[in-house]
């Protein structure tokens, strides 16, 4: 028997652009946690992204760069993975779309679907520019918005108000291509995903997820395909993309829509290669798989109507278990804008503030609920006043003080006296909770619950005050620091899905004693098991560092500055 396993996607970046701070929030350090904390539970849980390549994004400024498509995508796809990997969000693989493999998975669904009868050529109005005598699908195009009056509005999408556009219906279209506004609407043929002829099986399962989903998530859902689901066109007259997989359709690509969802499925055979597991009998089409889709909320339609549709229609994998979309994430109160400057470089803010405190900042402010603001005065408070003086501080003292009266190490009684009491007892049912939250994927709450018992932490060393106990009973203030050092321990195992880096900085103060299935344990609250880890007492060997640095006045001004100018 296999048992549960879970199956965690976020989002695919998309290989046109830097990876910014509300890309971070919006898909990617949500579900690290969530596949971090399966994995300590002792779960076996698969994390799966890649690149997203294809599309007109990436053609027109590919042409603009002067460069090939593959090359384009290429840089973007090493970049990302850069970032990712400095803010420890670990892959179990990262794949792209542009590779062979993604395309044979993809080709295979549009059989699927089409011998099914869900695709069908349909004839559609597509604006065509008179000046450099091109089609203009989707991105080719920009006007005003037909809905909110938006004047930068995609032919795809307008970024304002969230409108899937129909690019016909743009008002005052301009040529992206060559910048004309001598535009008219001609006749073409492409297939079409035939959503409608799904509406009935869709709402049947959609609706099962009703009170299980966010309500930021179910309700627009729901409001979009109550009544129908409408066909949507998946090839375009292109030259970058997966070929059309039927005579006579020579020029035609599948659309970018279409094939990157796939993505994470070709990504997970991918994953899988080499190994005794088969990506759909094992995950993708297994029911006792938990398929949870990390996305930001521009993302919902693709993730909660499309994909599952493709999957359910074609029988090629399970429809989603979970979409925990993510809301908006503002700088300073306004949006992200590269092209003004209102912005801040991943790569660049890693490198000055590290892996530790961008990502505590970020998980703090997670926008599960509401659209959040990244402030730098609210970022350096909190990393500060929190992280560092709080969390940081009590660890420091905590470490150093047992190091320098027990260089030799601290006799196991020490521990043993600690491990009846209502404080211990209180620390399981501590960890217990936060198992429960991120079970429920609540990861902001599952923060605060940890910076919680940080708090108790240091709370308790301050108010034990071995410092001063020392000097009158040496036996006694051995006992609260090996109190403080099972706190200690019990903190950055609870660290660990949430920041990895300096869970590990404090947990290698207990290598010589602890053993992955010890962490686990401890982990879940089962903490019956330092009896046994503390039974020769321990030695603190490793030297003891600063955990947390702090962030300077100057530092922050600077960044402030920069924004304004």
């Not at 179990?92 to 050529?121: C, M």
Request: hydrophobic share 35%.
């Amino acid at each position: 028997m296999q048992g549960k396993r879970f199956l965690i996607t976020s989002a695919l970046p998309y290989a046109n652009g830097p990876i910014h701070f509300g890309h971070l929030v919006g898909a990617y350090l949500s579900a690290d946690v969530y596949n971090r904390h399966k994995k300590l539970q002792g779960e076996k849980s698969l994390f799966i992204c890649g690149s997203d390549e294809h599309g007109v994004a990436i053609m027109l400024n590919a042409k603009k760069a002067g460069i090939g498509y593959q090359e384009y995508v290429d840089k973007w796809h090493k970049e990302h993975g850069e970032v990712f990997n400095k803010y420890g969000v670990e892959f179990d693989f990262f794949g792209q779309t542009s590779a062979p493999y993604h395309a044979e998975e993809t080709v295979k669904w549009f059989h699927e679907l089409n011998e099914r009868g869900f695709i069908g050529p349909q004839d559609s109005q597509q604006l065509y520019c008179n000046d450099c005598h091109n089609h203009l699908p989707d991105r080719f195009v920009e006007g005003t918005c037909y809905v909110c009056d938006y004047d930068s509005a995609r032919g795809d999408e307008c970024p304002n108000c969230g409108e899937f556009i129909d690019p016909v219906r743009l008002k005052e279209p301009v040529c992206k291509i060559c910048g004309s506004q001598n535009i008219k609407e001609v006749t073409v043929t492409q297939y079409y995903l035939l959503l409608s002829k799904y509406h009935k099986e869709f709402r049947e399962w959609f609706e099962s997820k009703k009170g299980d989903w966010r309500k930021t998530v179910w309700p627009y859902v729901d409001s979009l395909t109550k009544e129908e689901l409408k066909d949507r066109a998946i090839t375009r007259d292109l030259d970058w993309g997966i070929d059309v997989p039927l005579e006579g359709t020579e020029g035609k690509k599948l659309y970018v829509w279409f094939d990157a969802p796939i993505g994470y499925v070709s990504n997970t055979k991918e994953a899988l290669k080499g190994s005794d597991e088969d990506y759909l009998k094992d995950w993708w089409q297994n029911p006792d798989t938990e398929l949870t889709h990390f996305i930001g909320k521009d993302n919902i339609i693709f993730h909660t109507i499309i994909f599952p549709t493709m999957s359910m229609a074609s029988g090629k994998a399970k429809p989603a278990d979970h979409v925990p979309a993510n809301q908006f994430l503002n700088l300073e109160g306004r949006q992200f804008s590269k092209s003004t400057g209102h912005y801040v470089d991943a790569l660049d803010a890693v490198d000055e503030f590290g892996q530790t405190a961008l990502r505590y900042y970020l998980l703090s402010i997670l926008p599960e609920s509401t659209d959040s603001s990244f402030s730098w005065d609210q970022f350096q408070a909190k990393v500060n006043n929190e992280l560092a003086n709080n969390i940081g501080n009590f660890l420091n003292r905590c470490l150093k003080f047992t190091q320098k009266h027990w260089a030799e190490g601290m006799p196991a009684d020490y521990y043993q006296a600690f491990l009846s009491t209502e404080n211990c007892q209180e620390i399981g049912r501590d960890l217990e909770e936060l198992n429960g939250l991120l079970d429920q994927q609540s990861f902001k709450k599952g923060i605060e619950k940890v910076m919680a018992m940080g708090n108790k932490a240091n709370n308790y060393f301050s108010d034990q005050a071995p410092w001063a106990l020392i000097k009158e009973n040496k036996d006694e203030a051995g006992k609260v620091l090996a109190a403080s050092s099972i706190y200690a321990l019990c903190l950055g195992v609870a660290m660990a899905p949430f920041l990895p880096e300096l869970s590990s900085n404090i947990l290698k103060h207990f290598d010589n004693i602890l053993e992955e299935k010890s962490v686990s344990e401890i982990y879940s609250g089962k903490l019956d098991i330092l009896s046994s880890l503390f039974a020769d007492g321990h030695h603190l060997k490793e030297a003891v560092n600063a955990l947390v640095p702090k962030i300077s006045d100057e530092i922050i001004s600077a960044r402030k500055e920069n924004l304004l100018n």
